[in-house]
């Protein structure tokens, strides 16, 4: 059984740094970060593959690092450099298969999510 808890969240003035914590357990593919900002569509923020492989947004790339602790079954997401932009409900998820990808519809299960919140 595939289970996803997000833990972590919370609010930061820009500029400033928040790490998720995903307790992530059961799954056999890959594992990935994914957010939903109000009024906008679910987009992928990073994906962390099989070998350890990761892969990120545009919009995150050089200020958000995934991270995973295989033997405590945890994923993380530092994020540094918050913008207001980035405000958004943050979703852990998983695949059946491994995938290279960013695409909601390639991932299997999802976590109930955790809300970050960047000020001005």
């Known amino acids: 059984q595939v289970q996803l808890v997000e833990s972590g969240g919370g609010s930061v003035q820009a500029g400033g740094s928040l790490r998720l914590s995903c307790a992530a357990s059961?799954?056999?593919?890959?594992v990935a970060w994914f957010r939903r900002a109000p009024g906008k569509e679910r987009e992928g923020v990073a994906v962390?593959?099989?070998?350890?492989?990761?892969y990120y947004a545009n919009s995150v790339e050089g200020r958000f690092t995934i991270s995973r602790d295989i033997p405590k079954k945890m994923l993380y997401l530092q994020m540094d450099s918050l913008k207001p932009e980035d405000t958004a409900m943050y979703y852990c998820?998983?695949?059946?298969?491994?995938?290279?990808?960013?695409?909601?519809?390639?991932?299997?299960?999802w976590g109930q999510g955790s809300q970050v919140t960047v000020s001005s």
């Open positions: 998820a998983a695949s059946w298969s491994v995938v290279v990808s960013l695409q909601p519809g390639d991932f299997n299960y």
């Open positions: 059961g799954y056999t593919g890959s």
């Open positions: 962390i593959v099989t070998g350890g492989g990761t």
